[in-house]
């Protein structure tokens, strides 16, 4: 597993790196490695080519100082390639034969019609060789006997799905085809009849199909069991420079023996399938950019397209699919079942939970020698599933209970705020409370303003009547301050009325708390003139004059 990282550059209080030491490397918790400030990079070889790991980097200072691991980072290490089922794919039709003059000729260059990832490159072109091997790099010719790999010499950037000495003689009734099957995103390559050099009567068909994926296929229609058969051959490949490769078997030994309809895999991925269609409960709408993962296996994941349909990749096995949207609650489907080139049909029907708070701001008086509390609820009405809810403060002083917690449908909870303000001077204080949720609008943030007083009698600092106060500036441009005062949490409406009596804007129409609060009111789009601003609580009704002037 090759790690790659971007350096940091300042420090958590935001100021610049000048001590970066170097960096740690964890392998699910483990240290595995340190490099030197200046590398990036890592490469990882755990002992177990077939599982699933979670790496973490941090970077260490000269003190030392080590930095807070973010999320790790999963990961698969497995097997680059894997035995599967024999499928020939027939071109013997539509392929279009190489022309070799020699027995160790090569063709090429040869256009692939896409991209080839390989080994740590990409190529649009390969050159052919009638003795069992490609290659996308130019060679000089094709008459090399074959070796173990890798080795440095050429072919370079080469894939071997059955190199030896082989002679596709046409008037023998051999023949090398290619074929650039657009129509499934892949390059076909199929040896037929081919002889051995040194044995005109052994004859071997196989085949090699590259994907734009960037996996491989190495098909084996026909290998004779006469001499030399299988017994002398080098099945891999290899990279660019010939130096790295990886090697299934050469002259009889190997973890792959070929033989007759067999086949095998390099970077096939995934063998099995999750699909289905995620739609909105109720409504059967479509739900688009649904996250869908296996719980098992976080890296395998999907996205639902704009008519909801996913297609989710994994190997086989039996899985729990989790699914998650943003103002839809969440579903897990557990016992899903997907066999080696299976496809698994699951629907998903998300419901929605309907998140509604009665405050937006809380003004908490408090006296000094005792703290300040306070309460806001949060309700889920008309929803099909449960709220959830976590919330969080700025404030280590400032506190909520319960911090977590599910909202059933049509249900409500009573959140308590609490503020440690007994040790307080008299004053204001202010804070913040998130509350992260799975509706729309997440998260949503509640200032908090805690007005401590010497003693209860202080009438200044809190109000003790409704007022609606004069607006400022009057006459105003455009934007102008409305004030008001609440002496009690009570449902507040202002309402900006014409001299029609025709109602223009409803600039606040909600509960507040207790305190005295002011907004902007813009009237960008309306005429010069006066207009009418009437506040209502309760019993309590204020009429105030504004004027227009542009």
Not at 44 to 70: L, M
Not at 159 to 175: R, S, V
């Amino acid at each position: 597993m090759r790690l790659n990282w971007s350096a940091p550059t300042t420090n958590d209080d935001g100021s610049p790196i000048t001590d970066l030491a170097s960096y740690n490397i964890y392998r699910s918790g483990n240290l595995v490695g340190t490099v030197a400030a200046g590398t990036t990079q890592y490469v990882d070889t755990p002992s177990q080519n077939d599982g699933y790991y979670a790496w973490t980097v941090t970077a260490r200072d000269e003190v030392p100082n080590i930095s807070d691991p973010s999320e790790p980072f999963t990961g698969a290490v497995v097997s680059p390639w894997e035995q599967i089922d024999y499928e020939w794919v027939d071109i013997s039709q539509v392929g279009t034969p190489i022309q070799l003059d020699w027995w160790g000729d090569i063709d090429g260059p040869l256009d692939l019609g896409f991209n080839f990832p390989f080994l740590g490159d990409e190529y649009s072109q390969l050159w052919l060789s009638g003795m069992g091997w490609v290659s996308f790099i130019e060679l000089f010719n094709g008459f090399f006997s074959n070796v173990n790999i890798p080795n440095g010499a050429e072919p370079h950037a080469a894939i071997y799905p059955f190199w030896d000495e082989l002679y596709p003689e046409p008037t023998m009734g051999a023949q090398v085809l290619y074929f650039q099957d657009q129509a499934e995103d892949r390059f076909v390559i199929s040896w037929l009849n081919v002889p051995h050099l040194f044995n005109t009567g052994v004859l071997y068909s196989f085949q090699l199909i590259l994907g734009d994926d960037g996996s491989l296929i190495m098909n084996y229609m026909d290998i004779p069991v006469d001499w030399p058969g299988n017994a002398e051959c080098t099945i891999g490949v290899e990279d660019a420079t010939s130096t790295s490769g990886i090697p299934l078997y050469y002259m009889g030994v190997g973890e792959f023996a070929p033989a007759s309809e067999t086949a095998v895999a390099f970077w096939s991925g995934p063998s099995g399938a999750v699909t289905g269609i995620v739609r909105e409960f109720g409504s059967n709408a479509p739900v688009a950019d649904a996250m869908i993962t296996v719980a098992q296996h976080p890296e395998f994941f999907t996205t639902s397209d704009v008519t909801g349909v996913y297609l989710l990749e994994v190997e086989p096995g039996t899985y729990t699919i989790n699914i998650h949207k943003q103002g839809y609650c969440d579903q897990q489907i557990t016992n899903i079942v997907v066999v080696d080139d299976g496809t698994v049909t699951q629907n998903f029907s998300l419901r929605q939970p309907n998140a509604q708070f009665d405050v937006t701001s809380l003004n908490i008086l408090a006296v000094t020698g005792q703290n300040a509390t306070s309460q806001f609820e949060i309700t889920n009405p008309g929803a099909t599933c449960e709220l959830e809810y976590t919330i969080t403060t700025n404030q280590t002083w400032l506190t909520v209970n319960p911090a977590t917690g599910e909202v059933p449908s049509n249900g409500s909870v009573i959140i308590n705020v609490t503020g440690a303000t007994a040790n307080f001077n008299p004053g204001d204080f202010t804070a913040t409370i998130s509350v992260a949720h799975n509706d729309l609008n997440s998260p949503l943030a509640i200032p908090v303003t805690i007005n401590v007083v010497s003693n209860a009698d202080d009438s200044h600092e809190l109000p003790t009547e409704f007022a609606l106060n004069a607006n400022y500036p009057n006459p105003f441009n455009a934007t102008t301050v409305l004030s008001f005062d609440v002496p009690q949490e009570s449902r507040v409406e202002l309402v900006v009325f014409n001299v029609q009596g025709q109602e223009i804007a409803r600039p606040v129409d909600q509960v507040m708390s207790a305190g005295r609060h002011s907004i902007n009111y813009a009237a960008d789009g309306l005429p010069s003139g006066m207009y009418l601003v009437k506040m209502t609580s309760g019993n309590f009704t204020g009429v105030q004059k504004i004027v227009l002037l542009k």
